[in-house]
């Protein structure tokens, strides 16, 4: 069975400051997706990444693929408060291309 | 602009009462999905479906069953509602079988008290 560690669980910073979250699976993932999810809404997909060491960025957010392609981050430079929400990690999986979720991050940004 | 709808955004149902969620797409997606949301635990796969009348069970399909008559609607039945089945559940599509972007509905929080 797939798994998807996500981590931190729950992350509270000031408004500004930098921040990383991490996806990690012992197993390869053929692509990784990343969705923010906003109180009362369903997840809403950000970026796809594909290939390995791949690099994306979406204004202030910067997501990684691992070389290896069992690992992902997503780092949020000078984090403002419309940033808050539920950070969700999707590995499409090798073998039957079914996405493998990890629990989320949820971020609070304080003004 | 795409669409997934469910029925309802927030449900209060009884200890065994039958229970269906209804979920509508717009996109001609041949794959439909349900998930129940619990803090902590991440999206768990209760049923989806790649075709009209298929279903396959997910990683929790027990106590729940799904419904797909029509390419565009797949419900979600709780057939006699628990307790343990408090949570939020969401509804997906997506295009193709290979991984592609889900697409989700809003969200029914059901309580059952």
């Known amino acids: 069975t797939q798994l998807l560690e996500q981590s931190p669980q729950f992350l509270s910073i000031q408004e500004g400051e930098n921040l990383t979250v991490y996806c990690n699976s012992s197993s390869v993932f053929s692509s990784l997706q990343w969705y923010r999810q906003e109180p009362g809404e369903g997840p809403v997909l950000l970026v796809t990444?594909?290939?390995g060491g791949e690099v994306k960025k979406l204004k202030r957010l910067t997501f990684q693929f691992g070389d290896a392609r069992k690992d992902s981050s997503l780092h949020i430079t000078a984090a403002q408060p419309g940033d808050t929400g539920l950070y969700l990690c999707?590995?499409?999986?090798?073998?039957?291309?079914?996405?493998?979720w990890g629990a989320g991050t949820k971020l609070i940004i304080k003004p | 602009d795409v669409k997934v709808t469910q029925s309802s955004r927030y449900l209060v149902k009884r200890t065994g009462e039958k229970v269906f969620l209804e979920c509508v797409q717009d996109?001609?997606?041949?794959?439909m999905f349900w998930y129940r949301q619990d803090p902590g635990l991440g999206l768990r796969l209760i049923y989806f479906?790649?075709?009209?009348?298929?279903?396959e069970k997910g990683d929790i399909p027990e106590g729940y069953s799904v419904s797909r008559e029509k390419k565009e609607r797949f419900s979600l039945i709780l057939e006699s509602a628990s307790t343990n089945q408090t949570s939020m559940y969401l509804c997906?599509?997506?295009?193709?079988?290979?991984?592609?972007?889900?697409?989700f509905g809003q969200g029914t929080r059901l309580t059952v008290v």
């Open positions: 996109m001609d997606h041949e794959n």
């Open positions: 990444v594909v290939t």
């Open positions: 999707a590995g499409v999986a090798d073998s039957n291309y079914q996405l493998i």
């Open positions: 479906s790649y075709d009209v009348k298929m279903k």
């Open positions: 997906a599509s997506s295009l193709s079988r290979l991984g592609t972007e889900a697409f």
